[in-house]
């Protein structure tokens, strides 16, 4: 069994920024990539941001250039630096480590951007 506990979240002004961690721990072989995903109220969840365990990357338009993913393949742990951000970014944060057969999930941390 996997667990990832997420942090980072919080309330930020418009312009601010906010860096979000993913830990991965327990049974873990090989993670293969990391992520964020998240879900704005009454909005589907996207998918924002991946970071295979090479370290390459891919970002939703709407964050591309403000948002940055990093990992620590050492320690299991995924990084999403938030700069720039704007009031259309407040969500719930949902990270993902996916495995060859399987993705697991942390509980999600929020972000609120206001002012």
């Known amino acids: 069994q996997v667990q990832l506990v997420e942090s980072g979240g919080g309330l930020v002004q418009p312009g601010g920024s906010l860096r979000l961690s993913c830990a991965a721990s327990g049974s873990i072989f090989r993670i293969n990539a990391m992520g964020w995903y998240r879900q704005a109220p009454g909005k589907q969840r996207e998918s924002i941001a991946g970071i295979t365990s090479g370290g390459s990357t891919n970002y939703a338009d709407s964050v591309k250039g403000r948002f940055t993913i990093s990992i620590d393949n050492a320690n299991n742990t995924a990084y999403l630096q938030m700069t720039s951000l704007k009031p259309e970014d407040t969500a719930v944060y949902y990270c993902?480590?996916?495995?060859?057969?399987?993705?697991?999930w942390g509980q999600g941390t929020q972000v609120t951007v206001s002012s």
């Open positions: 993902f480590a996916e495995f060859p057969l399987t993705r697991y």
